[in-house]
């Protein structure tokens, strides 16, 4: 009994990275539009996006290089993901950023569900991982990312925002 306690007690201890991690997201009036669930792949990030109250069309959607989601503008998110200093675009024979990731299309309803995939960012230690000094978030756009112009495919303003950040 004293055994398992001891190593319960020890696993306590050590911070270990999760493998799962929530984002919740925002609006620029600060209202909850949904949740990002990340997981863990063997390669890359799984990104199961379930949000609502965005304008229906096609939206970008992008990784940032900080962890603040300041509203009105979410400036404060930075710029993409970009630890292998690339340019932008999915389409980008230079490209890809890191944080680049597939338009997100939204119903009339102003629903999206979406599985997208991050394959060069992880939750784990180490040169891409999200969990950075400044931290990392993840920003929608007004306009579609026409996953080639410099910096951000040309996707207008940023709507909405949300840290990606560990539980305490
Ligand atoms: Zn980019």
Known sequence: ???IGFVVLLAGCVEENPKKLDVKIFNADGDSLGTIKLEEQAKGLKLKVDLEGLEPGVHGI???SVGKC???????AGNHYNPDDKEHGLLNPK???????PNLIVKDSGKVKATLTA?????????TTLFTQKGTSIVVNQNQDDGMTQPAGDSGKRIAC???KKRK
């Open 62 to 64: 992008h990784i940032h």
């Open 70 to 76: 300041k509203a009105p503008d979410f400036k404060s």
């Open 119 to 127: 394959k060069d960012v992880t939750l784990r230690e180490g040169k």
């Open 162 to 164: 949300g840290v990606i």
């Open 1 to 3: 009994m004293l055994l």
């Open 95 to 101: 490209g890809a950023h890191a944080g680049d990731l």
